[in-house]
């Protein structure tokens, strides 16, 4: 197993899912003309593959279904209008369709063809999230971005009203595989499709308001996806150096061990060790986590000190007991404190908050403590009402084995 597979677990809902659950989780649906980055967003965000490796991606010829990460890649080519094509198969079970639109390219057929897949999956199914992906922008300029941003969505949302689907909401988000951009989209895009999020953003508040903490992020370690944080407004540049952190953390752990991250390290990092921004994968058949080195953090100064006891985030096996505990902090030279905590195997809290706030760490640490007693919780309660819909099938169906028996008597 690489470090970037999730197995059979799942990195919401943990080890132990039910096919009925696996079943009936999200799936995501990514559609969009041929060549316009739909293979290249999968594999860069769900696993690791460089930016410049998806320059060799072959053209997908059938339904990629991506089982781990509930993600589904269409071909560009398929025809959905095609009588043999089942609409109701395909759109009946989708939560959120991601449709992907090259910006560096001519988009009037893409917009053609968003405008009736949005019609032909809204009939099927009302309860899609639509969401509008204009990719490749890495190559536009911060004015045209702007205007192609704006031109995408007038001409669609129009479209979409003269069909007499004025309802039907759209999301439009600016991507790259070559920065944050896409990652912060899925997380978006994910987001949406967390029954928990409501809780998870509460708790998240809760935690916030109580510790002095000015951010805080539950990431999917593996994805780089948040799939939570508090309701203050998100900006770009705080979820990337959340998210760079994940990097440095699992360089760090790789480079040095557990033992000498167990042993609280400490050390400085400056933007020279980071000269790469080509991600490297290491493997060795026992971890989940993929190693990743450099990721462009270009924040100097940062005093690094990490403890882990049994952490996932590192390059070893998790112990038994299931006791993940992998936890560090990040001062940086402008006064400001990174502050990560695995949550569960899959899922770390980090925080981002004022080196005057962090001199009360015990506090901190003791609020953060309560928010991940409060998550086993509402996770818990999933587990507890699907036992309980499962007794309550398996008392129907003894119910009914037992009036059929007296019915034949
Ligand atoms: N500049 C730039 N190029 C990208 C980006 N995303 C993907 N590409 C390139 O676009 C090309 C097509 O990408 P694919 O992922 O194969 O496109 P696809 O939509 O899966 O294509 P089909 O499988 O034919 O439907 C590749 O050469 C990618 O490297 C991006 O964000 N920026």
């Known amino acids: 197993m690489s470090y970037s597979d999730y197995g059979d677990n799942d990195p919401i809902y943990g080890d132990d899912l039910a096919d009925e659950d696996r079943e009936s989780r999200p799936r995501l649906m990514l559609m969009g003309l041929r060549r316009s980055g739909k293979s290249s967003i999968q594999r860069v965000v769900f696993h690791k593959m460089t930016p410049t490796e998806t320059l060799f991606l072959e053209s997908t ?41 090259d910006s560096q390219d001519d988009y009037m057929e893409a917009l053609a063809r968003l405008h009736s897949t949005v019609v032909a999956a809204y009939r099927v199914n009302p309860n899609i999230t639509f969401e509008v992906f204009i990719h490749k922008v890495d190559g536009l300029s911060e004015d045209y971005k702007i205007d192609t941003q704006r031109d995408i969505q007038q001409t669609t949302t129009d479209e979409l009203a003269d069909a007499g689907l004025e309802n039907v909401q759209l999301a439009f988000y600016l991507t790259s595989i070559y920065d944050h951009s896409i990652f912060e989209a899925f997380s978006k895009v994910i987001q949406k499709l967390i029954p928990q999020l409501p809780t998870l953003e509460n708790l998240l508040n809760i935690l916030c308001a109580n510790s002095g903490i000015e951010k805080a992020f539950l990431f999917d370690v593996i994805s780089k996806i948040y799939i939570a944080t508090d309701s203050s407004p998100v900006d770009s540049q705080s979820y990337e150096i959340c998210s760079d952190m994940i990097d440095v953390i699992i360089d760090i752990s790789s480079i040095y061990g557990r033992a000498a991250i167990g042993a609280k390290s400490q050390g400085y990092l ?46 070893q096996p998790a112990q038994s007991g299931g006791n993940h505990e992998a936890f560090s902090v990040i001062k940086m030279g402008n006064g400001t404190v990174l502050y990560l905590r695995e949550v569960n195997k899959y899922l770390a809290l980090i925080c981002l908050l004022r080196a005057e706030t962090f001199e009360k760490q015990g506090l901190i640490d003791y609020n953060v403590h309560c928010f991940k007693e409060a998550m086993d919780q509402v996770f818990e309660l999933k587990r507890a009402e699907r036992t309980r819909r499962e007794m309550e099938a398996n008392q129907l169906l003894e119910q009914q084995q037992h009036n059929g028996l007296y019915g034949h008597g």
């Open 61 to 101: 010829s059938k339904i990629n279904k991506d089982n781990i990460q509930y993600v589904w890649d269409f071909p560009g080519q398929m025809d959905f209008f095609d009588p043999t094509f089942d609409t109701t198969a395909i759109f009946g079970e989708v939560g959120a369709l991601v449709f992907v639109i």
């Open 270 to 315: 400056d933007d020279q060790q980071d000269q790469s921004d080509d991600w490297t994968h290491q493997q060795d058949g026992h971890d989940d986590y993929e190693d990743s080195n450099g990721g462009g953090h270009g924040h100097s100064q940062a005093v690094v000190s990490n403890s882990s006891r049994a952490g996932s985030l590192n390059n």
